[in-house]
T-cell receptor, first 113, second 116 residues
């Protein structure tokens, strides 16, 4: 069964550094999402992406964040200047049709020191 | 925006007993309500979902009920087994401006422990 994949599984970075988290959604999916989960807390929506543009974003997704689909397979989340509070598990998700299950990737654990 | 409340935060049951987790939502436009199971260090996985045109849905030992008037929905697990132990998240989604299903707003999660 096809799965969403994410790399790296764990990223450690220093405060102020830029990080890029990578996701490969399921190949025929059209809707893409980033969520984050601070340790022990709920999953929080960051941004959704469809037809090569952002369709929705949350208050968390400020100017420090950006998303890109540079080619037909990858979907990336960039954090320009990381802060300690950006430490979390970041999940990518994708969906095929306008209504349907969102499939989650295994997550990237980001640790900002 | 949408807000989802989930109770209880922890739930401990004996193997074979039933477990019920309840969620409420605030946005009456929400029309899709999935439940995800997350094992420690793993990705959330969909276990069951329900749409607003349905009041109840069942899949083997798992069922979900939805009360649109009261804006609450519940997960019922019968004949619980130790492998049901995990964190369960409810979520709600309302249509976005384009009319398609929007992003998921999650509850805070319920840690279910099933004791053998």
């Amino acid at each position: 069964e096809p799965e969403v994949t994410q790399t790296p599984s764990h990223q450690v970075t220093q405060m102020g550094q830029e990080v890029i988290l990578r996701c490969v959604p399921i190949s025929n999916h059209l809707y893409f999402y980033w969520y984050r989960q601070i340790l022990g807390q709920k999953v929080e929506f960051l941004v959704s992406f469809y037809n090569n543009e952002i369709s929705e974003k949350s208050e968390i997704f400020d100017d420090q964040f950006s998303v890109e689909r540079p080619d037909g397979s990858n979907f990336t989340l960039k954090i320009r200047s990381t802060k300690l509070e950006d430490s979390a598990m970041y999940f990518c998700a994708s969906r095929f049709v306008s209504e349907g299950e969102q499939y989650f990737g295994p997550g990237t654990r980001l640790t900002v020191t | 925006g949408e807000n989802v409340e989930q109770h209880p935060s922890t739930l401990s049951v004996q193997e074979g007993d039933s477990a019920v987790i309840k969620c409420t939502y605030s946005d009456s436009a929400s029309n899709y309500f999935p439940w995800y199971k997350q094992e420690l260090g793993k990705r959330p996985q969909l276990i069951i979902d329900i749409r607003s045109n349905v009041g109840e849905k069942k899949d083997q030992r798992i069922a979900v009920t939805l009360n649109k008037t009261a804006k609450h929905f519940s997960l019922h697990i019968t004949e619980t087994q130790p492998e049901d132990s995990a964190v369960y998240f409810c979520a709600a989604s309302s249509p976005n401006y384009g009319g398609s299903q929007g992003n998921l707003i999650f509850g805070k999660g319920t840690k279910l422990s099933v004791k053998p």
